[in-house]
């Protein structure tokens, strides 16, 4: 079993949409997370940390529910340019982040 | 600033060669990291740097690579020789402090390919 897993997609939505992405992780000693954006032969970037309070920067939203071991990220008002695949990541103790394969998100006009 | 840099941007090597990717982290980041991402795979930790020293090399797949950080400036990952399974994207990351409550910044990865 994955250590981070995630549906791979592709989520096809309309622009102006809302979205959701969910992701579990196996290893309860997990202590930050995080998703992070990959576009298309790129190399991935931080969207944003997410915590147990959760946590919203404009259109994005991050929630954590360490009891689940699971983490979403909510896009509304998807816009053509949040096309890319999400990339989920938890960070044990130490400085190795574990990177689940990614969701596609393909948002179309 | 500078952001991460790597070279070669695309390698394309045949089995049995011998190919060295440069890292080049953002200035002033003691921490970096290698990563590499095979075929329809995640992204996965192959070792982590502080300055010249390696922390974590439990990443590194068997004793064909070898990475070095020297002074605690640029890196280099060598894969000798390179085997077919070894294709794929390799990226190299650096943070400043702990990666546990920042941000890692990745460079555009280096695409090496093993014929």
């Known amino acids: 079993r994955k250590e981070v897993e995630q549906d791979p997609g592709p989520f096809n939505v309309p622009e102006g949409a809302t979205v959701a992405f969910n992701c579990t992780y196996s290893?309860?000693?997990?202590?930050?997370f995080f998703w992070y954006r990959q576009d298309c032969r790129k190399e991935p970037k931080l969207l944003m940390s997410v915590y147990s309070s959760g946590n919203e920067d404009g259109r994005f939203t991050a929630q954590l529910n360490r009891a689940s071991q699971y983490i979403s990220l909510l896009i509304r008002d998807s816009k053509l340019s949040d096309s890319a695949t999400y990339l989920c990541?938890?960070?044990?103790?130490?400085?190795?982040?574990?990177f689940g394969a990614g969701t596609i998100l393909r948002v179309k006009s | 600033e500078a952001g991460v840099t790597q070279f070669p941007s695309h390698s394309v090597i045949e089995k049995g060669q011998t190919v060295t990717l440069r890292c080049d982290p953002i200035?002033?980041?003691?921490?970096l990291y290698w990563y590499r991402r095979v075929m329809g795979k995640e992204i996965k930790f192959l070792l982590h740097f502080v300055k010249e020293s390696k922390q974590d090399e439990s990443g590194m797949p068997n004793n064909r690579f070898l990475a070095e950080r020297t002074g605690g400036t640029y890196s280099t990952l060598k894969v000798q020789p390179a085997e077919l399974e070894d294709s794929g994207v390799y990226f190299c990351?650096?943070?400043?402090?702990?990666?546990?409550?920042?941000?890692?910044?990745f460079g555009e990865g280096s695409r090496l390919t093993v014929l």
């Open positions: 990541v938890v960070n044990r103790r130490g400085n190795k982040l574990v």
């Open positions: 990351a650096s943070s400043w402090g702990q990666v546990s409550g920042g941000e890692l910044f």
């Open positions: 200035s002033g980041h003691d921490n």
């Open positions: 290893n309860s000693a997990s202590q930050s």
